[in-house]
């Protein structure tokens, strides 16, 4: 069953494929406990929702046995026009990558369901999974052997770097396990040292400081100490991506034709994003990450980035 999950994944395009047993995560449910009451998650108040599904899937998906987990790379070929205000690799696409996982993991339901039986998946509850449920891919991904979670909190995979999304499909079925990778961080603080506004500790992560979190999380106005350290981010950030050594020597452009950017949007300018109208965005973000934003937010985002730049040349 192992090698049929794995290159029926390869099949339906995933860039990587592991399982691991369902289990209680118990180092991880002390780390997030202690995490949450120091209130580093800031306004993410859903991460105190469902903290014992969180950290164990037999309670999230009745009958779950064991965790498959899936990477599809998204490290673009184009990149924005550098002094434009910058959005992050992951919300390049047109389509929301988790409309584009959701469909890859519901056709390899369906390739499980016709050779193993219905009985493989809980068919009355949720059981796939991309960022938006109480679910730690991550470390799920780091146990089903696809890399490790590094010093910047980012899964780290030693064949495609850290700009991959992770998928999660939850069957009521054993098989055999991947073996978790060891960490290969070493020594190297060199995402901790780039963080602009001092987010990271070793492995750690202070969301009220990240750049992602202040972006996107945040409804409120970004914090005025922040605003000289936005290094011109208006949606997310990949400063600690793009120094980590990984990445330098393993990411690759993707293949996935679904994640192509609305047409023309990398080569927008500065002033095209200044100007850009509400319509304007819409017709532009209206199935991508980007949405989640909004547009308000967003315009406030160029508005902070814009005048960090302005700031700069007087």
Request: hydrophobic residues 40%.
């Amino acid at each position: 069953m192992n090698r049929f999950i794995k290159d029926t994944a390869l099949s339906l395009g995933f860039d990587a494929c592991g399982i691991a047993k369902a289990d209680f995560l118990e180092e991880d449910a002390v780390y997030l406990r202690s995490w949450l009451n120091e209130g580093r998650h800031g306004d993410m108040h859903y991460l105190e929702r469902n903290f014992e599904k969180r950290t164990d899937p037999r309670l999230l998906v009745p009958g779950c046995k064991s965790v498959v987990v899936t990477l599809l790379n998204y490290f673009p070929d184009e990149e924005q026009i550098s002094t434009a205000p910058q959005i992050a690799r992951y919300a390049y696409s047109a389509i929301d990558y988790h409309t584009i996982i959701k469909e890859k993991l519901a056709l390899l339901e369906q390739k499980l369901v016709e050779e193993y039986g219905e009985s493989i998946v809980a068919k009355d509850h949720q059981h796939i999974f991309v960022d938006s449920a109480p679910v730690l891919e991550r470390r799920w991904a780091e146990r089903a052997g696809l890399g490790w979670i590094g010093k910047n909190t980012l899964l780290i995979s030693s064949q495609l770097g850290t700009f991959t999304f992770i998928g999660v499909l939850m069957i009521n079925a054993e098989t055999e396990y991947d073996t978790p990778m060891v960490e290969h961080c070493g020594k190297c603080t060199r995402c901790i040292d780039a963080c602009p506004t001092r987010a990271l500790a070793p492995r750690e992560m202070n969301a009220r400081r990240c750049i992602s979190y202040l972006t996107i999380e945040n409804k409120k106005e970004i914090p005025e100490e922040f605003l000289p350290l936005l290094s011109n981010r208006m949606y997310g950030c990949d400063i600690c991506a793009n120094v980590c050594p990984w990445n330098k020597k393993w990411a690759h452009p993707h293949h996935e034709q679904a994640l192509t950017a609305f047409p023309g949007m990398l080569n927008w300018t500065a002033e095209t994003w200044q100007n850009m109208t509400k319509e304007q965005f819409n017709a532009a973000f209206r199935y991508s990450a980007v949405q989640r934003a909004g547009y308000k937010k967003l315009m406030q985002n160029i508005r902070a980035a814009n005048n960090l730049q302005s700031s700069a040349r007087h």
